[in-house]
């Protein structure tokens, strides 16, 4: 290979696009050819300080107007799919998708049951343990009603002494069903009273061996605002043995602009994972 | 140039690509970004929220880069997501849905560019680092620093057709036959074009970096 030759192929050779011959053609030419090195040297400096450049994330307002003008568009549809005799979806449907979305593995559980309850054949799916897949196939069942409580807790404006009522009542349960486990980590997620989200929190700790649950938290954590949710949902992860959660902690555990209490209580709970 | 693109349709038989990263897993019982465009297209209109789900944080990404500006790039990707919904008649069955979302986010982009004259305004790069999400970067030193507000002047003195293709290339995980889908040419011209902007892109960082030595 010469010169001209090994230069054309340079960007593919640093972008790993080459295949391992011409990989190796490039890699002899370089060894002996001081000028390509020099060309070598410079575009990988310059691709590797374009890789260092800050990866810039979106702020909450766009997943907020993209989901507000997906429901709009399925409102303007909802005349003709009455014509149609479709059954009916809850109207949260796509709410609770997002509370549940960013944290990977709820994302996984989440895509796959709501994505295979619309428009999938109902799959099982393989590498999960039976008991987990009876868990999702549950949580399919339970998607109307999940999409209830969304309605409830913040549509309807209910009193927050009657959605801590609510809460607490599940507390008594020795074996509260999917739909109240579910019930809880929407409240977790959505409910605008600190009070009401550190009982759901509560209410969510003798469950928290099922994965859905910590996942569930785990999703949750990144939108909380309040430190004192905040430091209760790492010490739930960590009480858990939740290994899922390190990355989440890793990240605020690093974050300058959160309290410091919420910080020290991340880099606790990863000397502990 | 992209300015004067007539109306949205995939229509470009250059789309008709099969992506691996598309290709169905059947070790997850999760949909490919195909299937579920396809049911978008179907009327099954929350598979939107999956796609979006996966695909935006990359296209966000891209979008920054692209016009230096982080809202501007959010109205971008807004945009394009509602154009999939009000187009998703024309999604075809064959085509590749991150060739045809780029192609609809540069379709976008170029609008914004018509309408805001042309040329990106100078990145302020505290403007790309002021998301809490990016906290980690507040605390990086001065030298770093300096070096990102470099190389973004470096990307902004390229030409927006040289940025589009060498950000394709390197950040968002396409291969050739798809960059040329989107770009609409052929997989050769669109490597050229990728190397080509890389060049450029090293001469004028290079320059920059001696200017501030000197
Ligand atoms: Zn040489």
């Known amino acids: 290979m010469n010169c001209t030759e090994t230069q054309e192929r340079l960007p593919d050779e640093l972008s790993g696009r080459l295949d391992p011959a011409e990989t190796a053609e490039v890699r002899a030419h370089l060894a002996a050819c001081p000028v390509c090195r020099h060309e070598h040297s410079a575009l990988g400096q310059t691709l590797s300080a374009l890789d260092t450049l800050p990866i810039a994330s979106p702020s909450p307002a766009l997943r907020r107007n993209c989901y507000a003008m997906l429901e709009a568009e399925k409102r303007s549809l909802a005349p003709t799919r009455a014509a149609a005799a479709r059954p009916s979806r809850p109207a949260h449907f796509s709410i609770l998708r997002w509370i549940l979305a960013p944290a990977g593995v709820a994302a996984l559980v989440c895509g796959g049951f709501f994505a295979g309850t619309r428009f999938a054949p109902p799959a099982p799916a393989p590498g999960l343990d039976p008991a987990t897949k009876q868990e999702l196939a549950e949580l399919r069942a339970r998607v109307d009603s999940v999409g209830q409580l969304v309605g409830m807790s913040l549509l309807q404006q209910r009193s927050t002494s009657e959605r801590l009522q609510n809460v607490l009542a599940t507390l008594d349960q020795r074996n509260p069903g999917q739909k109240v486990i579910a019930d809880l980590i929407g409240s977790l997620a959505l409910d605008p009273s600190t009070n009401v989200r550190l009982s759901a929190l509560d209410a969510l700790y003798p469950h928290s061996n099922q994965p859905i649950v910590r996942s569930g938290v785990l999703a949750t954590l990144p939108r909380e605002q309040n430190p004192l949710v905040q430091v209760a949902m790492i010490d739930f992860l960590v009480a858990a043995r939740s290994h899922e959660a390190v990355p989440a902690l890793e990240q605020l555990a690093r974050n300058d602009t959160i309290d410091h209490a919420v910080r020290e209580a991340a880099k606790r709970g990863l000397a502990q994972l | ?214």
């Open chain 2, 1 to 214: 140039m992209l300015a004067s693109y007539p109306d949205i349709r995939v229509t470009s038989p250059s789309f008709v690509v099969n992506s691996p990263s598309e290709a169905v897993d059947p070790a997850t019982d999760t949909l490919s970004d195909h299937e579920l465009m396809l049911a978008v297209r179907d009327g099954e209109l929350d598979a939107l929220g999956e796609l979006f789900e996966r695909h935006h944080g990359p296209l966000f990404g891209f979008l920054v880069k692209l016009t230096g500006q982080r809202t501007a790039a959010e109205d971008i990707v807004q945009t394009v997501f509602q154009r999939m919904l009000k187009y998703r008649h024309t999604y075809r069955d064959e085509g590749s849905f991150t060739a045809w979302m780029y192609h609809l986010g540069r379709r976008c982009a170029a609008d914004y560019f018509r309408r805001h004259q042309a040329t990106p305004a100078a990145t302020d790069p505290a403007d790309l680092q002021d998301h809490p999400d990016e906290a980690p970067h507040a605390g990086e030193n001065a030298a770093v620093r300096d070096d990102h507000a470099l190389l973004h002047t470096a990307l902004n003195r390229l030409d927006r057709d040289d940025r589009e293709v060498l950000l394709l290339s390197r950040f968002q995980e396409l291969s050739f036959a798809e960059i040329a889908g989107i770009l609409e040419c052929s997989v050769g011209a669109a490597k050229v074009r990728a190397h080509r902007a890389l060049r450029e892109l090293r001469d004028v960082y290079f320059q920059l970096q001696k200017q501030k030595l000197s």
